[in-house]
């Protein structure tokens, strides 16, 4: 750009300079015009002659009287006159000739340097033309950029926020607040007029990051809290920003986004609620049952107090159920919880476990006789009769009592003790309850017997795995295979998972029967590779024990490499509950496994503590939403809107999500038009052994008319 001023200035002067020599070049274009420099030549030549004549012919005829030497004088004096003329016709010629043969040159000279500033002027008009067309772009680009954003910003519904720090100036352009203009009117200002319309929970700890992040000199700042709207609404805002500093070190400017995050967080509340309370009977579920009696056992660990555990069950439930129908015995539930909630001490805290289970937390007591006072009040209200369609019905509970740290120092063994006194009250009759004693030992040698049982498993091979497909929702095709434990006893046949895996934890030996699983699982998947089905992917369980070894993904990427299959193939179950009792050494593995290819499932999704912690801070892959929400889908509303919900949130945070129990056509349908992306359950397959999966590999086992929808 500076080489077009400086060419623009060349040209003016040469433009000043041309002008001159042009009025020069008029000047004399005047003098030598042809008819009054021939009428001058003329004039004088006619002058000249007739002074000549008559001057000499006077002085000729006063001098001589000879005539013939007059007439010799006469010729010489007529020759004289054509030489005169002829210099003087020389001189006023040569004299004309020359200012013409200047012009001429003049005007050659003054036309080369005009074409030569043509040219250069042609030049500079292509330069221009470029930058023109250069400025003209960055011009569209300029556009096209702040369009671009100004509809990233409306389209995304957040606002923009700049804060300089030096001046005290804050701008915000909330892109969520309606009549914006309005409203940006209060916000052009300080950032203590900001500040203000925080949340006043939430205040100190704002401003504290913020001045937190400032000292830090780096990173990006990020935090979460409640302001004021407009209207007077406290809101939710996910705020991000990031600063610049000068030499000093000191904070110059610092500007974000605010996105309206309110019903992020109403969604996050209720997955909250959902995760610790029983959707039925409203009462704290056995998550938050698992976290108060946790803290129980610290604050009684620290003071040596004592409280009590009990366990409750209704008896002869099934045959509500079975009678009544599962409407009633719902209501039935809900009564009961009723009781509990307003009739147990504010400090006491009932909850219900699982289907007719229930456990009362009684924080405070004096002694077994205050537990008892507080059960036997309770009872009363409890036998009264419960009305249904008018209708009396008298229903009984059978309750055992642990204390602490008497019958136990944690969750597990305080259970057991209380299940076992509870068992007692029911093989006496039931509609009691009574305290765990030493004499109630029965159930503790069967239980040291089944740890030897599989002790004994491991060494003579009781273990088998049986494998359930996970289904294509799109394709319906078998995409991969669960594989799940199972044990034969020699003598007392199949003993189900639940009642051996817990133990196996709890003892240790799940380590060995999970080093044996890895190998197991691995192997059939190279064996099914090797029989041409490369593309099944095969899902493992890690327990927590299992996931508490730091060892355990080194372990498993030897098994990997010895058998010679792709890591890629090999997906990796965890609990959420299997993550918490080690969070810190969980999460360190299971990032090393992901890192190193393997996928990460997040099994039994809901059921934990709290699963959106976990499924935005763990290194998930896969989310498997448990069969329990999957059950009612089909009765329920709220069960739907649930299940779609965390298909939603899983896919906004960029998981697959897995529907584990679908049993009916049903929920089927539902999950599919959710866009859940593979179904489990037994409406495909029942687990089943490795040849029955591969006699189903051979056959081209495939599920596409079943979640398409299509009948034969």
């Not at 319309?197 to 939430?202: C, G, N, S, V």
Request: glycine residues 6%; charged residues 30%.
């Amino acid at each position: 750009m500076n080489n077009i001023f400086e060419k623009l200035s060349i040209f003016g002067r040469r433009s000043t300079k041309a002008r001159a020599e042009f009025e020069h070049m008029l000047e004399h274009k005047q003098e030598i015009n042809p008819g009054a420099e021939a009428s001058r030549i003329a004039i004088m030549y006619g002058v000249a002659g007739t002074l000549w004549i008559m001057t000499s012919d006077w002085v000729v005829g006063k001098v001589i009287t000879n005539q013939y030497l007059y007439r010799q004088v006469q010729m010489y004096k007529g020759w004289l006159y054509v030489v005169i003329t002829m210099m003087l016709l020389y001189f006023l010629i040569k004299n004309r000739m020359e200012m013409f043969k200047k012009a001429m040159y003049e005007i050659y000279m003054s036309y080369e340097e005009l074409s030569t500033t043509y040219e250069e002027l042609t030049a500079m008009e292509d330069e221009l033309r470029e930058n023109f067309d250069e400025l003209k772009a960055h011009r569209d680009a300029l556009f096209e950029s702040e369009q671009r954003y100004e509809l990233a910003v409306e389209g995304s519904n957040d606002g923009i926020w700049d804060w300089d720090v030096k001046n005290d100036k804050y701008y915000s352009s909330l892109g969520w607040v309606k009549d914006e203009e309005i409203y940006n009117e209060a916000l052009k200002s300080s950032l203590k007029d900001w500040t203000d319309r925080i949340h006043p929970q939430d205040r100190a700890g704002v401003v504290q990051k913020f001045q937190e992040y400032l000292r830090s000199k780096s990173g990006i700042y990020e935090n979460r809290y409640r302001i004021m709207d407009k209207d007077g609404i406290y809101i939710w805002v996910l705020s991000r920003g990031k600063a610049i500093w000068d030499n000093e070190g000191e904070p110059v400017r610092i500007a974000g986004s605010h996105t309206d995050i309110t019903e992020y967080k109403k969604m996050e509340e209720k997955l909250q609620y959902m995760a610790y309370y029983d959707e039925l009977t409203g009462l704290p579920n056995r998550n938050m049952f698992e976290v108060e009696i946790n803290r129980l056992i610290d604050t009684h660990k620290s003071n040596g107090t004592k409280f009590a555990v009990v366990y409750m069950d209704v008896d002869n439930f099934k045959h509500v159920n079975d009678t009544l129908g599962h409407a009633s015995g719902d209501m039935l539930l809900t009564y009961i919880a009723d009781i509990l909630k307003n009739q147990l001490d504010r400090e006491d805290m009932p909850v219900r476990l699982s289907g007719d289970e229930f456990s009362i937390l009684i924080g405070n007591m004096d002694g077994n006789e205050d537990v008892a006072n507080k059960l036997d009040r309770l009872i009363k209200h409890l036998r009264r009769p419960w009305i249904l369609q008018e209708h009396e019905f008298f229903v009984s509970f059978s309750m055992g009592v642990a204390v602490y740290p008497d019958n136990g120092d944690d969750m597990t063994a305080l259970l057991k003790s209380a299940d076992t006194a509870m068992f007692s009250v029911k093989e006496n009759g039931k509609d009691s309850y009574c305290f765990y004693t030493d004499s109630m030992q029965e159930k503790t040698l069967k239980h040291i017997d089944m740890i030897n049982s599989l002790r004994r498993a491991i060494e003579e091979e009781e273990f088998v795995l049986y494998y359930q497909p996970l289904v294509n929702m799109k394709t319906g095709e078998i995409e991969g295979m669960e594989a799940l434990v199972r044990w034969f006893h020699s003598k007392k046949g199949f003993i189900s998972p639940l009642d051996f895996i817990p133990l196996a934890e709890e003892t240790g030996q799940i380590l060995e029967i999970g080093s044996w699983v890895l190998k197991t699982a691995c192997n059939t998947k190279r064996k099914w590779e090797d029989m041409g089905f490369a593309d099944i992917k095969m899902s493992i369980n890690l327990s927590s024990k299992r996931l508490a070894n730091s060892d355990v993904d080194r372990e498993l990427e030897r098994i990997i490499q010895s058998e010679g299959i792709s890591v890629k193939d090999i997906q990796i179950e965890v609990t959420e509950t299997a993550v918490m009792k080690n969070i810190n050494t969980a999460g360190e593995v299971l990032q090393r496994m992901r890192d190193k290819g393997i996928k990460i499932a997040l099994d039994d999704f809901g059921t934990g503590y709290s699963s959106l912690t976990y499924l935005k801070n763990l290194p998930i892959d896969v989310v498997k939403i448990d069969r329990g929400f999957i059950k009612n889908i089909e009765e329920k509303k709220q069960d739907e809107f649930i299940v779609k919900t965390v298909v939603e949130l899983a896919h906004g945070l960029g998981k697959e999500v897995v529907a584990e129990g679908i049993e009916t056509k049903r929920q089927l349908e539902f999950l599919r038009e959710i866009g859940c992306d593979t179904a489990q359950g037994y409406l495909f397959s029942r687990p089943v052994p490795a040849a029955e999966i591969e006699n189903m590999l051979i056959q081209g086992k495939n599920y596409s008319e079943l979640v398409t929808g299509v009948t034969e």
